[in-house]
């Protein structure tokens, strides 16, 4: 059966996935921008729930992505869900100022004004007022981990992570002299893998200990992406809750068993 390549974008409108270079001139889709847009308009679908629950009449609703790159979700998010809700803000975050100004120009352009654009890393970034949700999608290595550590200086309500490739930890098992290696690591490959799986265990762990409920699951099927993992987490209680403490403590067994100092703990 052929494929109706609307059903893509259903919601969005064609005009702005022209302007943001995702459709061609007429209308078309190439292979990789096939998979971004079905990435991104299934991560916009999970998050929309989020965004029905954290937005209030009274205060509205702000929403920080981080590494926004060419501020696809931010777009996808704004032209779906956040331009017709009341108090709604939308700041995307990158450290390339050429594409912050192309993104500025494309939403002043797009009548977008609830969209704002912040050139800065995301260790150094300054966001005025409430944080409700953040959201990262691929943002490099431990970008991720900023992208927390920024949501957590400012309570963030719920946060919406896609990690992207992770250096950080499986570098550090390498320091590991390799005649005390588990074989969980010892080849560099499984280093890689496992460092991964583990960066993205203990950010759950840390999350849950302060009193986020936190889900993992696939974003889209393998075929279409290799960095697949959407954690989604929701603000339900505070650190003392058991489940939160019952997590704290899984978080410090994991820490004795692999000497690794990930950014998200420094
Ligand atoms: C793989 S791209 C993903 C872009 C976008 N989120 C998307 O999925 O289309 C990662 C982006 O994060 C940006 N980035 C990486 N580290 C960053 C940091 N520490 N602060 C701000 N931006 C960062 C890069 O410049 C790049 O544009």
Not at 12 to 23: D, N, P, T, V
Not at 218 to 229: C, D, Q
Request: overall charge neutral; glycine content about 6%.
């Amino acid at each position: 059966m052929k494929e109706d390549p609307s059903a893509l974008w259903r919601g969005s409108s064609e005009e702005l996935l022209k302007a943001l270079h995702i459709l061609t001139r007429d209308g078309k889709l190439n292979a990789d921008s096939r998979r971004k847009l079905k990435q991104v308009h299934h991560l916009a679908q999970l998050i929309e729930p989020l965004i029905r629950n954290l937005h209030s009449s009274e205060s509205g609703l702000t929403v920080v992505d981080m590494g926004a790159g060419k501020s696809y979700l931010g777009f996808i998010l704004t032209d779906l869900y956040l331009k017709n809700l009341a108090g709604a803000r939308m700041v995307s975050i990158e450290n390339r100022p050429e594409l912050i100004e192309r993104s500025r120009k494309l939403a002043s352009d797009s009548g977008f004004s609830i969209m704002d654009f912040i050139a800065s890393t995301i260790g150094e970034a300054q966001v005025e007022g409430k944080v409700d949700l953040v959201t990262a999608l691929h943002a490099c290595d431990t970008a991720t981990d900023d992208a927390i550590r920024f949501g957590l200086r400012h309570h963030a309500r719920a946060f919406a992570l896609v990690p992207c490739c992770q250096a950080e930890v499986s570098a550090q098992l390498g320091e590991i002299p390799s005649a005390e290696r588990s074989p969980l690591y010892r080849q560099a490959l499984h280093r890689r893998e496992f460092g991964s799986h583990l960066t993205n265990v203990i950010r759950t762990l840390y999350l849950s200990s302060l009193g986020y409920q936190v889900t993992v699951t696939e974003l889209v099927g393998w075929e279409h992406s290799m960095k697949n993992e959407l954690i989604l987490a929701e603000k339900k209680s505070g650190p003392e809750h058991p489940e939160a403490l019952r997590s704290k403590q899984q978080l410090e067994e994991l820490l004795l068993a692999f000497p690794i100092r990930p950014t998200l703990l420094k």
